[in-house]
């Protein structure tokens, strides 16, 4: 019924910046909350930032200041983009939305995950 996709992963050097995006289609009637996390390897998944419907932000306090979320929801997509990129910072990044489908029905999707490696 709902499928998320992100895109916008790589390799990129420490220093360096990427945008992620998260597409969202299907009978979605709203997209309440997009949430991005991150999972490294041995590691648990993490929540990295999240904007509502109504444009709040929150940041993992790890990623504050060098990575910006936004939305666009007239389209259900968003972005993460992440500036002054760091080796830990290297990780699966997953696209998390969650909000109601057209006949009332509540919803929470994730995407496939995209990998983005940054080197030292």
């Known amino acids: 019924q709902v499928q998320v996709v992100e895109s916008g992963g790589g390799l990129v050097q420490a220093g360096g910046s990427l945008r992620l995006s998260c597409a969202a289609s299907?009978?979605?009637?709203?997209?309440?909350?997009m949430r991005w996390y991150r999972q490294a390897p041995g590691n648990q998944r993490e929540l990295v930032a999240t904007?509502?419907?109504?444009?709040?932000?929150n940041y993992a306090d790890s990623v504050k200041g060098r990575f910006t979320i936004s939305r666009d929801n007239a389209k259900n997509t968003g972005n993460l983009q992440m500036n002054s990129l760091k080796p830990e910072d290297t990780a699966v990044y997953y696209c998390?939305?969650?909000?109601?489908?057209?006949?009332?029905?509540?919803?929470?999707?994730w995407g496939q995950g995209t990998q983005v490696t940054v080197s030292s």
């Open positions: 299907g009978s979605i009637f709203s997209i309440d909350n």
């Open positions: 998390n939305i969650d909000g109601w489908l057209y006949g009332s029905s509540w919803y929470d999707y």
């Open positions: 904007i509502t419907n109504g444009g709040s932000t």
